[in-house]
C-alpha cells in the first residue's frame, strides 16, 4: 500500500532554532500533501496544504513566514519551523492524497517536536 | 461552527456491546467522508470510506445521509481492541485544490 515516510519522529530542539520535518511519499506520487498539527488530547487541525510545484495554502491563524512549506518533488514535501519557541511544541503530522485502488489518505508516522 | 463536528464522547461501553458515533459537516459541497482511528500518540488509521449507499466491513457500519450534512459510523459487538479515538474526516474542493478537514474526535473506552 501507500506509504508516507515522516522524520524525525522525535525532535528536541532549542528556542530560536529553526527545525525541518520531511514526509516522503516510497511507493507513490503525492501531488497534494497536508500538514497537521495536533496538541495534547485536541483533534488534528489542518495548517497548510501543498502542491507540488506551487505554493501552499496556508489556513486561517497559520503564519506562512513560520511554518515554509516546501513541495518541490512529487515525492518529497517539507515543513520547516523556524524560530521555533515553546508554543510551537506540538505532534506534526503530514498526510498524502492516494488515488490507488480507491481514495483515501495516508499519514506520516508523525514528528514530536519539544522546544525546550 | 465548526466545520466538522462530532460528538464530544467519551463513550464507555462494555465489551459486547454495539455503539454509535455522529459527525456533522457544514459544507454542502464536501464530496468524500471518512472514517479514521488514532490510537493515543500513533497516527490516524483510515477505518474505512463513507459511501452514500451506506456500507459495511464486519463489525462496522457508516452511513452518509447528504441532505442532512450527517455522517454515522455504527460498531457491532464491541472488542477491547476497539477502544481508540474516532475521527470523522471530510474532504472538500476549495477552487482548485482537496481541504481534508477532521473533526474533533471521539473517544471509545471498551471496558472488560
Known amino acids: 500500500g501507500a506509504v508516507v515516510s515522516q522524520h524525525p519522529s522525535r525532535v528536541i530542539c532549542k528556542s530560536g532554532t529553526s527545525v525541518k520535518i520531511e514526509c516522503r511519499s516510497l511507493?507513490?506520487?503525492?501531488?497534494?500533501m497536508f500538514w497537521y498539527r495536533q496538541f495534547p488530547k485536541q483533534s488534528l487541525m489542518l495548517m497548510a496544504t501543498?502542491?507540488?510545484?506551487?505554493?501552499?495554502?496556508?489556513e486561517q491563524g497559520v503564519e506562512k513566514d513560520k511554518f515554509l512549506i516546501n513541495h518541490a518533488s512529487l515525492t518529497l514535501s517539507t515543513l520547516t519551523v523556524t524560530s521555533a519557541h515553546p508554543e510551537d511544541s506540538s505532534f506534526y503530522i503530514c498526510?498524502?492524497?492516494?488515488?490507488?485502488?480507491?481514495?483515501?489518505?495516508?499519514f506520516g508516522s508523525g514528528t514530536r517536536l519539544t522546544v525546550v | 461552527r465548526k466545520e466538522v463536528e462530532q460528538d464530544p464522547g467519551p463513550f464507555n461501553v462494555p465489551e459486547g456491546a454495539t455503539v454509535a458515533f455522529n459527525c456533522t459537516y457544514s459544507?454542502?459541497?464536501?464530496?468524500?467522508f471518512f472514517w479514521y482511528r488514532q490510537d493515543c500518540r500513533k497516527e490516524p488509521k483510515l477505518l474505512m470510506s463513507?459511501?452514500?449507499s451506506g456500507n459495511e466491513d464486519g463489525r462496522f457500519t457508516a452511513q452518509l445521509n447528504r441532505a442532512s450534512q450527517y455522517i454515522s459510523l455504527l460498531i457491532r459487538d464491541s472488542k477491547l481492541s476497539d477502544s481508540a479515538t474516532y475521527l470523522c474526516?471530510?474532504?472538500?474542493?476549495?477552487?482548485?485544490?482537496?481541504?481534508?478537514?477532521f473533526g474533533p474526535g471521539t473517544s471509545l473506552s471498551v471496558i472488560p
Open positions: 498526510s498524502a492524497s492516494v488515488r490507488q485502488g480507491g481514495y483515501g489518505y495516508t
Open positions: 511507493d507513490f506520487q503525492a501531488t497534494t
Open positions: 501543498s502542491n507540488e510545484g506551487s505554493k501552499a495554502t496556508y
Open positions: 459544507n454542502s459541497a464536501s464530496q468524500s
Open positions: 463513507v459511501y452514500s
Open positions: 474526516v471530510v474532504n472538500g474542493r476549495e477552487t482548485s485544490y482537496d481541504k481534508v478537514i
